[in-house]
């Protein structure tokens, strides 16, 4: 997903009028980011979370969320705000609080996201307990400016009346501790119904006062799917930490829409149904605690299965453990992570190390907070499943980036998420797409599942036994998705019987037997062709001779949309959609691009007036689109000489969306025609005109880190090639990193020789070296300086060396080999 066109226009007024406000987070969080690098210069043990600023991407819809978590932990304690903040907190500091609370995705676009529900915030009532206003505008309040904090594993927020909230996590589990000031009776509302979205669908709450617990479940409405679909979350608050504090006041309240707010105090029940007039009934439990203490700890369990197993899962996870422990805990599980990929902090000035760390390493961090592990709480289809289960999957035509960059250093949990994959197609007939809230969303791609899983097989067949993974049934899942065909498209699977009967997905084409909206077809035949490639890779790592032509063949369809009669600025030549008879359903290259003249009101993604025939793209950013064979994309737009210019041409008219999936692999177009210093200089562009590391430091929303990963493999001068064990080589914006794998216990070095920091920069200046002049691997100079193997590097341990001149010309030729291409010859055998 992107942002919308509608999200565009209001970023555009933002920026214009300057609404957002610079205030949040505090200035803290980046001085003691630059203390602890410079710290680090010298440290034997580094400390990678402090190098973290977590507030990146939380401006400018980057939809991010900063909130506590473990990596890929369920819970991601943050604050929930009024305005478009589809991951709850956002930094402007304009919008108001309205409590604080566990669950949350991060990085979803196009819509008002999801989760936010069991929000609890604090309130200060001199009057007592029937003056609290509990209700959403009732309690909403700014924050403090300059105040607001995270790292990973913990989040603070202030409000303007001195209220501190912290919160700190685990998988499934949470402490929030809450700072008033001195001389109050601490109050709290715990909100039954709210979520971002107002979903409501019906749920209730009691309350335990013996035992001091507040247990919630309800059934809330799925975020990118269809409105009938419902998921059910629990929770569970102890507010006695262990003793330790006394509840003086209890009670239920629900409020109108007219204001009209109704306490119970004593009661300890509500059940509310989904309101059939007027939307949701905001209600919730009311209390406050004894003895006017300045301090509040409370323990949160969530859970998707019960209550019971929202509380186990905090007595598990938790128990009596302080807030420091649980941070302690979570600080070490991202230092794990964080540390597979190691950049050379002492040989590395201080001012760069900040800049690198400051994005790369943040991104990194990125990744695990994307996709929530949710093993042992899959409800719906997947309860009780005994396979490994990742929800908030989302769209996954990151696809692109997110999983081969997994692959260099974490096959173990690779290897989970595809189990996860495979059991989709176990539990529903085919893997996942759009996967939330644990309900199927709509399709996007339609099976960038089948590229997901082939990319695990084709890299890691050796280990996929011992990883728990029967690659013949990978491949039946794979089989499943291209030629079963789904009763409806929209939201799994593909419209396989209608692309397998045309080679391509007609515009206006009768279909008898399934059901899904007829957008997108110009995309989804591209997007199929490459999955079909991908699954083309698994037969032929399995030996099925004649299926690995059959998907071979398939994977060319991307040529069926191609109309060679179509002329846009002079270039000749654009994948376009078709009707069933064959002629083409001809429309303007420049349609849904960055320069559509109609961008405001184009339908461009899944709305039913979307007849460009391409998914929040265009005609001239999808033309580019075929992973597997840019030789004969090269073919095709007239030779080597014209696809330059036209690759020029379509950067400098800017037909380039930087923060959309599809644009992802242009820049590295120009390898294929043997010119790599172009997109060496093409990178550095699309790195410094649309990242940088303040919140607002991300192009698009940050679609489940495949804008944080893109962004890394541009950092780490690679570029993958999904569903083979191609890499491209580009330069390195870091002068040496180390990539850890611990499964296959090795590590591979990458040293930049004639690294120059001045080539760090939007334009490589001449004179400074950045172009890559040759590649040694064991001090083996390579024959191609275009691209290696991962069998050859990540796989096996390797020493890299990447030599950078600043003679582009000399440097500007692949020498021995561009990139492979399936219609030359290339992935030809598998390695
Ligand atoms: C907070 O900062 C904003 C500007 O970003 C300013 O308008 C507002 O007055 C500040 N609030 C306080 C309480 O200082
Ligand atoms: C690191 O060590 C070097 C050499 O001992 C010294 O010059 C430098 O000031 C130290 N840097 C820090 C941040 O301590
Ligand atoms: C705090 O924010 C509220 C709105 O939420 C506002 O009414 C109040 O004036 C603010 N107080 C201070 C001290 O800024
Ligand atoms: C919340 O309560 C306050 C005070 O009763 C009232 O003014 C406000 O309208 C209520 N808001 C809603 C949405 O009910
Ligand atoms: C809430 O009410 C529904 C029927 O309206 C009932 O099925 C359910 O058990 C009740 N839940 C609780 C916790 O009382
Ligand atoms: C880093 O600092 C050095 C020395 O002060 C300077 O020459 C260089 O330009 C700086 N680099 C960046 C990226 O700021
Ligand atoms: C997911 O959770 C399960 C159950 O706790 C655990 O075994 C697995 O290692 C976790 N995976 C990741 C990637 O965190
Ligand atoms: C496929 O054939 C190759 C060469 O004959 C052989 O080495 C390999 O083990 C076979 N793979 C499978 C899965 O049968
Ligand atoms: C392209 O135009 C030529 C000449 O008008 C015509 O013969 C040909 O059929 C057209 N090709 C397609 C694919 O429409
Ligand atoms: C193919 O179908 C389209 C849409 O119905 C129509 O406009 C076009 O004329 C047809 N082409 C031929 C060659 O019949
Ligand atoms: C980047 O290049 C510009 C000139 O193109 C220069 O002004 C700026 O200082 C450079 N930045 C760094 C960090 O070197
Ligand atoms: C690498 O090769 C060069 C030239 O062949 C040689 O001089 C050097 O000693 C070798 N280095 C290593 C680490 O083997």
Known sequence: MAFSSLVKALAIFIAINGVCGGAQPSPDV??????????AANATAIDYTAFVNPFIGTDNF????????????????????????????????TQFVRGLSPLHDSGTGS???????????PLICPGGFDTCLPNLSGRERLRKNNTDDASPGYFSLTLNNSIQMEATSTRRAGLERFTFPKGNTPFF??????????????????????????????????????????????ACYDLLNYGAQSLNQFGVWTSDPNGVVARGLGETR???????????IESGALFSFAGRPTQVTIRVGVSFISEEQACANAEYEIGAATFKEILTRSKALWNERLSRIEIDVPHTPPNVTELLYSSYILLIFRIYIHQNNATGEAQGDFAGTTSFYFDSLYCRWAFRTFYPLMALHSPEVFAQIVDSYIDGYRKRGWMPECRANNLPGWTQGDSSGDVIVGHFAVNYHNEAEALGIDLEELYAAQVADAEINPPEWNIQGRQSNVYNHYGYIPYDALDTSSTGRTTRE???????????????????????TEDEAKYANRSLNYRNVWDPNVTSDGFHGFMQKRFPNGTFAVVDPIDCSPKDPHGDTRQCSLQSGNTVGFYESSSWEYSWFAPHDTAYLVTLMGGSTTFIKRLNHFFDAGYYLAGNEPSFQTPMGYHYANVPSSSVDAVRKVVFTNFDITPAG???????????????????GLYPVPGTSELLVLSPMVPKYIVHNPYLNVSTTVTVEGFDMRSVNVTIPRG???????VRIDNITQASRCHFDFYDTFHVGAEIVITVTSDRKAANDCSASVPQSISTGGFATLR
């Open 30 to 39: 980046q001085r003691r980011i630059s203390a602890a690098i410079e710290a």
């Open 62 to 93: 980057g939809d991010v969320c900063p909130g506590a978590s473990v990596p890929f932990g369920m819970v991601k304690f943050t604050t929930d705000m009024t305005g478009y903040a589809p991951a709850g907190y956002v930094a402007d500091n």
């Open 111 to 121: 819509s008002l996201g999801t989760y936010g529900n069991f929000e609890i915030m």
């Open 189 to 234: 509302t715990l909100d039954l119904a709210n979520d971002l979205p107002a979903s409501f669908k019906g749920g209730s709450l009691v309350i335990d006062p013996d035992a001091g617990r507040i247990t919630i479940g309800g059934f809330w409405g799925s975020s990118f799917g269809p409105g009938l679909f419902k998921y059910q979350a629990f």
């Open 270 to 280: 509500l059940n509310l149904s989904v309101s059939l007039i007027g939307g949701v």
């Open 522 to 544: 110009g995309s989804r035949t591209l997007e199929y062709a490459f999955e079909d490639f991908a699954i083309r890779q698994v037969a032929l790592l399995l030996n099925k």
């Open 698 to 716: 991300l192009p698009g929303n940050d679609d489940q880190a495949a804008m944080a990963t893109l962004l890394s493999w541009h950092l780490l």
């Open 768 to 774: 400074v070296a950045a172009y890559v002049q040759s």
